[in-house]
Every structure is written in structure tokens, then in C-alpha cells.
């Protein structure tokens, strides 16, 4: 009988930390391969090329380690790399294995929840230039506007810890001015970067009430355990311990400082080389 199989995260640094852990809150009982692509981040500003082989390395990494389903918790990964993965390598693993995203799931959460049909979109250069998110929106509702706006330095403030300063206001209001100066009608902004959620007090503090802000772990979160529940062969493959396995191809005890700024608790971590 074949062994028990994990679900593998995988993130070109940090951000996916914070999808991870709305996962295991929710789906604790499984076990979990994280893999933190650190040593070659950021991905936001690369070419699809790049994106995609650096994402494919990833994902052959995780598969050699025993994952038959591997989340790419990266905004950049999910936009520039995911269908290609799908399509062109995926019949080379096997029929059993799969690689989800995070875009998809996040635009079937949100086309219902704007009333004027206005949606902002903050992420990395690479997630808002690659046109993903309206183009999986405007498959579910073609009335939706999408504005996207780019902010990058939001993820260097959160990585070297300076989310909270007061600092990181500045660019925090600068960027969401800049949205919102493109379309005025917005009623609901997406934090398209896993990252963003460490700085969601200030965006919150410079978005005008009105305007619901959308995090996308718990949605990530519930489309996972809503897919387990539909594909029971690939829930009876997965081992139930538990547990999580902390891989980073960047320095290990470095990781896991940054990473406890993530998770909110320590960790250990293993250096690995994809």
C-alpha cells in the first residue's frame, strides 16, 4: 500500500506564510510541506519566464517530497506560472497529482460582494501587469471593473519588519491615494499579495470606510477544504498528523526569524537547494 501523502505550500518567499496559516486553522488535521523560494525572491518584477521556471523547480521540489497537491500561495506564481504548470507539466507527474492557485478562488469569493461593481486590486508589479485577476473576473461577472495598482514597497517594509512604523504610513497612503485617484467608484479592494495582510491595520486606517477590504487567506482557506470535500480520493491520499515541515532555499535560522514575524511563533526550518 502506498504511502500517505502531503499538501505542499509553496511561496516565492514569506507572504505564503500567511495563507498557510488560515489553512492549517482550518484544516489543522493534515499534514503540510512549506517551501519558500527566499534565495531568489522577489518573483514580482520578473518576466513569465523566469516566474515559470523558478515556479516549475518549486513544484518538482514538492513532489519529490512526497506532495500530491501543492498550493502556489503566491500571487505572482498563481498569475504567471499556474496555467502553464497545468496544462504543459502536470500530465508528466501523473493523473494524481495537482497544483491550485490562488487567483481563481479569490475572484469566485468577491464578483458578489460589490455594489457598484467597481474592484481595486493592490499587489506586486507583476500580479497587477499580468491582467489575472480581470481576466478570471471578467469571466464571472463582465460588468465588474478592475483597477489595479502596484505598490512596490509594501513587501520590502513588511519583510524587514517595519509594518508597523511609522514609516510604512506614508507609502501605505501614498499607494491607496493613487487607486483610488484611477477610480473613484471603488467599493471593494482586494489585498492581491500575501504579504499584505501585516499591514492591513494601515490600510485600513487610510481607505475610506466605505470600501470593504478583501484578504484572501481565509477565502484560500475555504476552497481548499471545499475541494478536499468534492474529491475524496485525494483527501483519503493525504496523511493526518498534523504536522508542518518548514523548507526555505535561503538561509535557515534566517527564515525562521522572518518567519515568526508571519506566524506570531517560532519555528525551525531546513535549508534546501531546487
Known sequence: MASKQVIGVFDSGYGGLTILQEIRALLPEYDYVYLGDNARTPYGSRSFEVVYNF???????LFSLNCRLVVLACNTASAKALRSIQQCDLPHYGTEKRV??????????????????H?????????????????????LAPD?????QACPM?????????????GADYFVRKYIDDLLRKDADIDLVV??????????????????QHINIVQQGPIV???LRDYLQRHDDMRSALSQNGTCTYLT??????????????????????????
Open 55 to 61: 515556479t516549475r523547480q518549486a513544484v518538482d521540489k
Open 100 to 117: 491550485l492557485g490562488i487567483i481563481r478562488p479569490t475572484a469566485e469569493a468577491i464578483c458578489s460582494q460589490t455594489q457598484t461593481r
Open 119 to 139: 474592484i481595486g486590486l493592490l499587489g506586486t508589479e507583476g500580479t497587477v501587469s499580468s491582467g489575472s485577476y480581470s481576466m478570471e473576473i471578467r469571466k
Open 144 to 148: 465588474i471593473c478592475v483597477t489595479g
Open 154 to 166: 509594501w513587501v520590502p517594509l513588511v519583510e524587514n519588519g517595519e509594518a508597523a512604523s511609522e
Open 191 to 208: 489585498l492581491a499579495c500575501t504579504h499584505y495582510p501585516l499591514l492591513y491595520d494601515k490600510i485600513r486606517r487610510y481607505l475610506p
Open 221 to 223: 482557506a475555504e476552497s
Open 249 to 274: 532555499t535561503e538561509q535557515s535560522e534566517k527564515f525562521a526569524r522572518s518567519a515568526s514575524v508571519f506566524l506570531q511563533s517560532p519555528i525551525d526550518a531546513t535549508h534546501t537547494d531546487i
